[in-house]
């Protein structure tokens, strides 16, 4: 089947069906999203090699959930480590991650995936809105961990594919929101969804109980510490290859929490979908086949792109 | 009055005695301690400039509260907006802090503070034990933080004067905790005090929910990252004048949480002294007179020093 390989490079890449284990699906891929993870791997984040690739929808081709159309949670944990039996595979020490660490991935025709990973999307939900599930779980891990409520602020940093579904999620709080961003036409998609937006300056000060640091660039998290109140929380949502620095003394004195946080539970996603709460399709910018992949990652690093799509 | 002033360089200064504001007290200083942060401000921390000093127990000479023997919290707050009025005039942004921050310090013969700073100090808690409820609120802030309950594993980091404080502050959780340390001398006081401890090494990692960094040093925040378990949280007590540098990756991966904390209130603080429940006079390495500071500083700064105090 042809994939989308990285070893060293990119490669367009014929490699064998993946074998289907015990409990396992074979899942047949209609459409792959590119994200900044994937760009990342890429550049040597995390080592990965072998097919890469993680938002995806597909239809099940063999296994009990033969026919459906389905999206799937990235971690595979070990199943019986304490992570796992909290229900939180996605911390399992032993886990793979599809796509990004010792799993292949979703730009494939077919991948396979352990059944209670697998969740059924929602008739009312597209195939290019499913594939956003992934993100929009990650959104709302943050809700999973602070409680924002409708007397918080919270700000967002970076009003890229993240940014925009992070504040469309965090809105739903009832807080008073604002993204900051430094491109015009994307702060205006903001604007359409009744979303306070601002061009990132120096001069915001100890504004919000909460920001959300999703810009994708360290320089982000400096502007983080400049925008969260004395006491307030900054939740952490890039990864960078590079270290990140930060001013102890203000984070010590102000008594500010800085907080990872990465992916979330996918049935919250599908039913932000299914009720219409997040809106998602005017993210994709471009559809590409998969043969070119090439064309659809240079599409993706463009300032003005927001989501590319793979067609396998 | 005598004083060890602090512009650009340490020195023995007489300075007239301050002046008495409405609500606050005129408080004559018995002893006070040297601290992280005095030696800090030596070396441009803060851009302070005036009498350094802030651990102290005095007596009040005069004032509503007069002849009473007391301690003094730090932060002096405006009174008037939010944080002050939910108790938290240490965050207020107009705040003053003694010997930090436009305010002078406790190492002078006098001091004056708002009465609403001041803390009787117990009839079985010594003058010298009584210098240590800055340091022992600032742990008590910890758990005020965060819930640390006997199915946790904690971990510090540093085994000078604030660990030594903080390990045995959160020992009283009953939880498991072990104090990580470079001096063989200051663990085996730690030992003495039935606490758990290990020389500092890099092959421990992932395995407590808790890490509280208070080495003092930068290479501190990297073990706590080794220390801490997936969704654990460090707690930063240390500050540098020098920024840190840290693995995003890691944070956001392992959903880490980082926290700021700094200064606590005192009444619990002294409730601990009161029912015998933290050892501080151990602690104390040397007593030198006011007009001994050269002598005093330089044997804070010492590997082997714990707490060193001046009178008087």
Do not use: W
Request: proline share 4%.
């Amino acid at each position: 089947m042809k994939t989308i390989f990285y070893e060293k490079k990119l490669e367009l890449r014929d490699i064998p069906e993946p074998l289907m284990k015990k409990g396992e699906s074979l899942i047949k891929i209609l459409l792959a999203g590119i994200c900044k993870t994937d760009i990342e791997i890429t550049k040597g984040y995390m080592n990965f090699k072998g097919v890469i690739g993680h938002e995806f929808v597909g239809i099940v081709e063999k296994g009990e959930l033969k026919g459906k159309r389905v999206v799937g949670e990235i971690n595979i944990g070990c199943g019986v480590c304490d992570f796992c039996k909290k229900g939180l595979s996605r911390h399992c020490i032993n886990r793979s991650v599809m796509g990004i660490y010792k799993r292949d991935g979703a730009f494939a025709e077919y991948i396979t995936l352990p059944d209670v990973n697998i969740y059924t999307v929602p008739d009312n939900v597209s195939d290019l809105e499913a594939v956003f599930t992934e993100p929009i779980a990650a959104s709302l891990e943050i809700l999973e961990q602070v409680k924002i409520t409708p007397d918080s602020r919270t700000a967002v940093v970076g009003d890229g594919r993240m940014g925009q579904i992070i504040a469309q999620v965090i809105k739903l709080t009832g807080c008073y929101i604002k993204d900051y961003g430094k491109n015009k036409k994307k702060l205006e998609l903001l604007e359409k969804l009744n979303i306070n937006t601002d061009i990132l300056c120096g001069n915001i000060k100890n504004k919000y109980d909460f920001v959300v640091e999703c810009s994708g660039n360290p320089k982000g998290f400096e502007t983080a510490l400049n925008l969260v109140k004395p006491r307030g929380k900054i939740i952490l949502k890039s990864t960078f290859v590079s270290p990140l620095k930060f001013d102890t003394a203000k984070v010590v004195v102000d008594e500010i929490t800085i907080l990872g946080s990465r992916c979330g539970r996918f049935q919250p996603a599908l039913r932000l979908l299914e009720n219409r709460l997040v809106k998602v399709d005017y993210l994709v910018s471009k559809v590409f086949p998969i043969a070119q992949y090439i064309k659809a990652f240079k599409y993706a690093k463009k300032k003005d792109t927001l989501k590319v799509l793979l067609k396998m």
